[in-house]
């Protein structure tokens, strides 16, 4: 089982989170093997679709060490706990909940916890945080944005979601952000419904090339 510095350590040198949004277990499961065999470890499965605990769970029955899933659009502690007992290595939220972080700390699990403000992001990353996620990243100015926080706040990790895309990536991860999180335009939704796996596994490429075009640059 890995430690919770080994998560963070492969999570940040991944630097792409794939978010997903999936009908079952077996579409899941096809996503994240599409989405490994583009080169990319990591899979966040979202709370906000039906039975995403159930899909968590057997995910990591099948999987297991094969890929670094996590839990994503999770609002409260009880199921923060939910997610972590059913295998998943972080926890993502969309907002801050401070007894979230508590859990994650207690079971010594990766927190994200979102925030939007340099106020909010600071006191996440004080409350706990391993990293912080900022969200809707473009909404808020995209690069520019995470850009300017780093300026007066280096020390926090960055994960900037909402709108990210190949076409500013790169951009993104230039302006300092340790990670990226992805959903509809790397898993594609139109791909899955038509079982074409193989372009998921073309997008996973695609954001690997621009994370590294990106962090040259840095």
Same mark, same amino acid.
């Given at each position: 089982?890995? #430690? /919770?510095?080994?998560?963070?350590?492969?999570?940040?040198? +991944? $630097?792409?989170?794939?978010?997903?949004?999936?009908?079952?277990?077996?579409?899941?499961?096809?996503?994240?093997?599409?989405? /490994?065999?583009?080169?990319?470890?990591?899979?966040?499965?979202?709370?906000?679709?039906?039975?995403?605990?159930?899909?968590?769970?057997?995910?990591?029955?099948? *999987? #297991?060490?094969?890929?670094?899933?996590?839990? $994503?659009?999770?609002?409260?502690?009880?199921?923060?706990?939910?997610?972590?007992?059913?295998?998943?290595?972080?926890?993502?939220?969309?907002?801050?909940?401070?007894?979230?972080?508590?859990?994650? !700390?207690?079971?010594?699990?990766?927190?994200?916890? $979102? &925030?939007?403000?340099?106020?909010?992001?600071?006191?996440?990353?004080?409350? $706990?945080?391993?990293?912080?996620?900022?969200?809707?990243?473009?909404?808020?100015? +995209?690069?520019?944005?995470? /850009?300017?926080?780093?300026?007066?706040?280096?020390?926090? *990790?960055?994960?900037?979601? +909402?709108?990210?895309?190949?076409?500013?990536?790169?951009?993104?991860?230039? &302006?300092?952000?340790?990670?990226?999180?992805?959903?509809?335009?790397?898993?594609?939704?139109?791909?899955?419904?038509?079982?074409?796996?193989?372009?998921?596994?073309?997008?996973?490429?695609?954001?690997?090339? /621009?994370? !590294?075009?990106?962090?040259?640059?840095?």
């Amino acid at each position: 089982m890995q #430690k /919770k510095n080994e998560v963070l350590k492969d999570l940040i040198e +991944g $630097g792409i989170i794939p978010v997903v949004r999936v009908k079952s277990p077996d579409e899941a499961l096809k996503v994240a093997e599409a989405i /490994k065999e583009g080169g990319i470890n990591t899979i966040e499965i979202t709370m906000s679709i039906p039975g995403a605990i159930d899909v968590i769970e057997k995910l990591n029955k099948r *999987l #297991k060490e094969d890929i670094l899933l996590g839990a $994503g659009t999770v609002l409260d502690a009880e199921t923060a706990r939910l997610c972590i007992l059913s295998g998943a290595k972080f926890i993502v939220g969309p907002c801050l909940n401070l007894e979230m972080l508590r859990v994650c !700390k207690r079971y010594s699990v990766i927190a994200i916890p $979102g &925030a939007m403000t340099p106020t909010e992001i600071l006191t996440a990353w004080e409350a $706990g945080a391993d990293i912080v996620k900022v969200f809707p990243a473009m909404s808020l100015g +995209g690069p520019d944005y995470i /850009k300017a926080i780093r300026a007066p706040l280096p020390q926090i *990790l960055l994960d900037p979601t +909402g709108g990210v895309n190949l076409n500013n990536a790169r951009e993104f991860i230039e &302006a300092g952000a340790a990670v990226i999180s992805v959903g509809s335009f790397l898993v594609d939704k139109k791909a899955i419904l038509q079982g074409k796996y193989e372009i998921i596994t073309e997008n996973a490429r695609r954001f690997i090339e /621009k994370v !590294k075009e990106g962090r040259e640059k840095q």
